[in-house]
């Protein structure tokens, strides 16, 4: 199997040249053609002077000159950035100027509203679009590229020596904690995880795959990367409604699908064909907790698929899975470690936890990255000595400590306790989010729900829980506090309940608890002034 990204459509070619590789709306594209479209794009890169590991950024939504962009901007030695097309001039300017990126590849109406800040990317000498016109009246000092023009600056040059350690991509954290931060993937990163997935996935070339999350996002991307990997189809799609999601589901005769856990809940209200079941194999979800009362909704309406429950972070893609047969008898756990990793639950002295004792989830094996693009600082803070390494090793092993705190049962099945960013300290106490929003969800009252702590005069925060429901102004907080109170410890209880329309996003789909956190800072500020 090839150890560079940029190799496995060639090795799917060489198997099976007409096996479809990419559908996106009405269009297909086979193996053969996938892999003749990427030598071509990476020679013009080459001709257009992309230099080895340079930086090169792809700022589209899913469609094939995404796709093939990714994986010829690594063929010609560069490292590809996806930018998450939902994203803003401004966020999108932060990128570039971040990694320094030399060529950008994008459309005429997304150059448009990038003209006014590219000034200010003095690294940037190309913009490559996608249409074979470019747009009127843009004054921008980067040199613009039609599609065409591209393509005809692709004449014979040598490759570029590479091995499976050279950088791939830079993926950009959502910045729940400040500016965004760029994680650095290796081509072994990025194809051990593929590799990974497929194992305990049972991922095969029959499979069709819907990718409905970024690629910018590591767990959209690996949809893609999977079925490179094995050979299978991965159907490309930008949805407006939760709707077009499930039309796509039955219509592409879909087998596995993967989502966080505000589209799953989403989902789960809607109906589904009955001809989903017969053909959707697995479901997976991973960014956060899958409220019981979602998950069991959507088990109900595919009831032969199975549903893996995950947990991953993007400075080491994925960490554990859980078995579907094991989700009846441990739906809370995040299960144990996926192929090719160790996952250590460990103090702050990085000595092991005992059973049930929470500690801080450490992550080794080859899916660990490179570290954050230019920030040694943060990544000293996550990119750490591995635990329990043998002191004659003279070369120390880096692992990944993620901030996130776990515990283990007896049999080594792993529970999510919340993040160490996300704990709430209300009273003394240290308080997980999760434990809130699951009675919230199990009342069936709110579509979604985020627990936050919001500064308070006694309580250190004091717990606030923000809910999206149809009518907001008409809905029972009371209800909500009331069942917590019949369910939960004192301290646990919100103080107060919140209704809105709908709950902010961060670019990767999940719930934007920043955002929430600061609109709501001033809820419990006190006027000391008599």
């Given at each position: 199997m090839?150890?560079l990204?940029?190799?496995l459509?060639d090795a ?19 193996f ?7 030598l ?7 001709n257009?002077?992309l230099q ?12 094939i ?5 990714f994986?010829a901007?690594?063929q010609?030695?560069?490292v590809f950035v996806?930018v998450n097309?939902?994203?803003k001039?401004?966020q ?6 971040d990694?320094?990126v030399?060529?950008?590849i994008t459309?005429a ?5 990038l ?6 990317c003095p690294?940037?000498?190309t913009?490559i679009?996608v ?8 004054n ?6 039609t599609w065409?023009a591209y393509?005809?600056c692709a004449l ?5 020596t ?13 910045g729940?904690?400040?500016k965004?931060k760029?994680?650095v993937?290796?081509h072994r990163?990025?194809v051990?995880?593929a590799e990974?997935v497929?194992?305990y996935?049972g ?6 795959l819907l990718?409905?999350l970024p690629?910018?996002?590591?767990y959209?991307?690996n949809?893609?990367t999977?079925?490179l990997?094995k ?9 407006l409604?939760p ?7 039955a219509?592409q005769?879909i087998t596995?699908l993967?989502?966080v856990?505000p ?5 789960a209200?809607l109906?589904w064909?009955?001809e989903i079941n017969?053909?959707l194999?697995y479901?997976?979800n991973?960014?956060?907790?899958m ?5 069991s ?5 595919v009831p032969?698929?199975q549903?893996?429950?995950m947990?991953g972070?993007?400075e080491?893609?994925r960490s ?7 989700i009846?008898?441990r739906?809370?756990?995040i299960?144990k470690?996926i192929?090719?990793?160790e996952?250590?639950?460990?103090r ?7 059973a ?5 989830l450490?992550?080794?094996?080859p899916?660990?990255a490179?570290?954050y693009?230019?920030d040694a600082?943060?990544?000293?803070e ?5 635990p329990g390494?043998?002191?004659e090793l003279?070369?120390t092993e880096?692992?990944v400590?993620s ?11 792993l529970?999510?306790?919340?993040r ?5 300290k209300?009273s003394g ?5 999760t434990?809130?929003?699951?009675v919230?969800y199990a009342?069936?009252?709110a ?7 919001i500064?308070h005069?006694s309580?250190?925060q004091a717990?606030?829980?923000?809910v999206?429901a149809?009518?907001p102004?008409?809905f029972?907080g009371?209800?909500i506090?009331?069942l ?5 410890p004192n301290?646990?209880v919100p103080?107060?309940?919140i ?11 999940k ?6 956190t ?5 809820l419990?500020q006190?006027d000391?002034?008599?």
């Open positions: 090839p150890s990204l940029h190799l459509p799917a070619a060489e198997r099976t040249p007409k096996a479809t590789a990419i559908v996106h709306k009405n269009q297909q594209w086979d053969q053609s996938l892999a003749q479209m990427v071509q794009q990476a020679q013009a890169l080459q257009l002077h080895k590991q340079q930086r090169a950024a792809v700022y589209l939504p899913k469609q000159e995404t796709v093939s962009s994986l901007i690594a010609a030695g560069g996806p097309p939902v994203l001039a401004a999108v300017a932060y990128i570039l100027n990694c320094q030399q060529i950008l459309s109406s997304r150059l448009q509203s003209a006014t800040v590219l000034a200010d690294h940037l000498h913009v679009l249409e074979d016109s470019p747009p009127t009246s843009i921008i000092p980067q040199t613009v590229l065409q393509l005809h014979p040059c040598t490759p570029p590479l091995i499976d350690t050279d950088m791939a991509a830079i993926l950009y954290t959502s729940s904690t400040g965004p760029g994680v993937l290796s990163n990025i051990a995880g990974s497929s194992e996935l991922i095969t070339a029959s499979d069709r990718a409905v690629f910018s996002f590591d959209g991307l949809q893609l999977t079925c990997l050979g299978g189809c991965c159907v490309l799609l930008d949805y409604l709707k077009d999601v499930i039309n796509a589901l219509k005769q596995g993967a989502a856990p589209l799953w809940a989403q989902l209200n109906p064909p009955a017969q053909q194999r479901m997976t991973s960014g956060g907790k409220p019981k009362s979602v998950l909704a959507i088990r109900q309406k032969d698929s549903f893996f429950l947990y972070l993007t080491a893609f554990t899975y859980l078995p579907p047969a094991e009846d008898n739906p809370d756990s299960g470690a192929p090719n990793a996952i250590l639950v460990v702050e002295d990085g000595s092991e936890c005992t049930h004792e929470p500690g801080e450490v992550h080794r094996g899916l660990v490179m570290g693009w230019n600082a943060k990544t000293a996550r990119f750490k000595p591995a390494q043998l002191p003279p070369l880096i692992a400590w901030g996130d705190t776990v515990s283990k049962d007896e049999e080594g099945y529970y999510f306790v919340g160490k960013d996300d704990m709430i209300t106490y240290r308080v997980s989010p434990e809130i929003e699951e919230v009342s069936g009252l579509k979604e729900a985020a627990a936050l702590g500064e005069h309580l250190g717990v606030v829980v923000v999206s149809d009518q102004e008409q029972d009371q209800a506090i009331n917590c109170k019949a369910q939960l301290f646990m103080a107060k309940v209704a809105l329309a709908s709950l902010p996003r961060n670019p990767n789909g719930i934007d608890r920043k955002t929430l600061a609109e709501f800072a001033l419990f006190v000391d002034v008599q």
